[in-house]
């Protein structure tokens, strides 16, 4: 009878060696680095497929950052988490990039610190060769004016339709500027791109529209709120090698950039384009199907409010993807 309420009082006791919320030591236990920041490789080629992991150990679980910096470009990549180590499980870098400008090939600084704690710990590193990306490139403007493309530019003021060098790219060295003043019209310029331009009259692109990711970065300037750019995706919806005006589809990408200033990667899901008239969004013009496969140009117009004076907008690194937006 005895070992029965024995065995009882037993079962009933409450478990005290588990616990739940952080440790005591966490909370109140003096922080120190127990293996250095240190990088598995220095010297980093990331279009290789090289990936840059960083290891350090510290005697709490914290709340940590990662900053790298390039020294050229100014990108910045952060990597964060709250653990007492670093290593490939949370803590590596494929070169991709927070805040734009996209790395380039350059030196770089990487900074480890510390919420609640003063430390700092740094380090160099070398990107030999910039991460990248799949997917189908229009453009990237590191070369000369694609000679498949058209163009038209009025006969405004300060106009400004062409390829730069001068240090503020979003990727790599140059980009393209896009400005000037038209007191008579909307439209101060456009680009067309075909297709033919890449080897077929359609553009070597997925069926299927939920797939397919239109990328492209976009640069607010400082003082100027009135730039309108706007992308058309023409189909060719009966195959014919031909896109027939008011027959066939005609989709839309509108941006006003009116934001933030700087840098900005735009990406939308080929499936999400609709149909605009006038900026509002309207019936389709063919057979109102997404049909990725089909699509015959690209046309990008720069347009303004007239009343509003000049505008510009700077324009990077068009590609498409699949399955996934850009990552810069």
Do not use: H
């Amino acid at each position: 009878m005895m070992l029965s309420a024995f065995a009882l009082l037993s079962a009933c006791q409450k478990e005290t060696d588990i616990f739940d919320g952080p440790s005591l030591n966490d909370i109140y236990g003096e922080f120190s680095l127990l293996q250095p920041l240190e990088v598995t490789d220095d010297a980093i080629d990331f279009a290789a497929g090289e990936l840059a992991v960083f290891t350090a150990s510290f005697s709490k679980n914290v709340n940590w950052t990662i900053r790298i910096t390039g020294n050229e470009s100014g990108a910045v990549k952060e990597i964060s988490g709250f653990s007492n180590i670093l290593s490939a499980d949370n803590a590596t870098w494929n070169g991709s990039t927070t805040s734009l400008p996209m790395f380039r090939a350059e030196d770089c600084s990487v900074e480890l610190f510390f919420e609640n704690e003063e430390e700092t710990y740094s380090l160099s590193l070398s990107v030999v060769s910039p991460k990248v990306n799949t997917g189908l490139l229009l453009e990237d403007f590191e070369g000369a004016w694609n000679p498949g493309w058209g163009s038209f530019v009025q006969s405004g003021a300060d106009m400004s339709f062409v390829i730069k060098d001068d240090g503020q790219a979003a990727q790599g060295s140059q980009y393209y500027d896009m400005g000037g003043e038209v007191g008579w019209d909307y439209l101060i310029g456009l680009i067309d791109i075909p297709g033919s331009a890449y080897g077929a009259p359609t553009f070597d692109l997925s069926a299927n529209p939920d797939n397919v990711f239109f990328n492209v970065l976009l640069a607010k300037q400082p003082g100027l709120n009135n730039a309108i750019v706007l992308f058309q995706f023409r189909e060719d919806d009966n195959g014919d090698g031909v896109y027939t005006e008011g027959e066939e589809d005609m989709f839309s990408l509108e941006l006003l950039l009116n934001g933030e200033n700087g840098w900005q990667l735009v990406s939308k899901k080929y499936a999400d384009l609709v149909t605009l008239v006038n900026g509002a969004p309207a019936a389709a013009i063919g057979n109102g199907i997404n049909e990725p496969d089909k699509l015959f140009q690209v046309s990008i117009l720069m347009l303004a409010n007239p009343a509003t004076g000049y505008s510009q907008a700077l324009m990077d690194y068009l590609i498409f993807t699949e399955n996934a937006p850009l990552e810069p």
